[in-house]
């Protein structure tokens, strides 16, 4: 990967300084992902992570201070990645529509960010030290309010009513399983490692199963 040892002052919002800053901490932030995934925030040091990145150490500093502030910005990604997944659905939405679309975004973000996952699984494992207060606060209200979608559904007659929260939580496993136990499923298909096919069948498996237990015709 390039090396890059520039970086802007922060002071001036010049076009080229914003895209030298956002070019950077893209590096940093994928390095990142990548040496959480593997290392554990414990074992993970922001020396690694520059010189993945192809940056300075001092770079690296610059621009996040610590290994804790590059945590905190990798799972802040990849948490807003999930909760947009399912989009700003209402109980105005068609359910045949917005789970099996939900279904596949998930298992689509087990596929190509699999070491997010990772990262979210071992955080949630470790107790959750940097993201408790996300999981009882915004996380804990996102899903409530899901919820309130999935009983008006069943309220019209749209679906079976099933327990809302219990209904993310099966979804979750299922599809984040994928990327967090992906060597255990490879070598249980025979594989080395899983491919486009395997996750286009998953997709279509885990939305029959949940669109029948739901009572929707697709």
Request: hydrophobic residues 45%; neutral net charge; contains cysteine.
């Amino acid at each position: 990967m390039e090396r890059i040892l520039e970086a802007d002052d922060g002071d001036e919002p010049t076009p080229r300084g914003g895209r030298i800053r956002a070019r950077n901490k893209a590096h940093i932030i994928a390095a990142a992902e990548k040496v959480f995934a593997e290392r554990g925030y414990d074992g993970a040091t922001t020396a690694e992570i520059a010189e993945i990145a192809g940056l300075a150490k001092s770079n690296v500093h610059y621009y996040f201070g610590t290994k804790e502030a590059i945590y905190r910005e990798v799972i802040a990604g990849i948490v807003d990645l999930w909760l947009r997944a399912f989009g700003d659905i209402t109980a105005n939405d068609d359910p045949a529509v917005a789970i099996p679309a939900y279904i596949r975004q998930k298992l689509l973000y087990s596929r190509k960010r699999p070491l997010a996952s990772r990262i979210f699984a071992t955080e949630i494992i470790r107790g959750a030290p940097i993201l408790r207060p996300f999981l009882e606060l915004e996380l804990h209200d996102w899903v409530a309010d899901k919820a309130r979608v999935l009983e008006r559904w069943a309220a019209d007659g749209k679906m079976d009513p099933v327990a809302p929260h219990h209904f993310f939580f099966l979804i979750w496993a299922a599809t984040q399983t994928y990327a967090d136990f992906g060597t255990q499923v490879a070598a249980v298909l025979g594989r080395k490692r899983l491919k486009e096919e395997d996750f286009e069948t998953a997709i279509e498996t885990v939305t029959q199963i949940v669109m029948k237990g739901c009572g929707i015709r697709r």
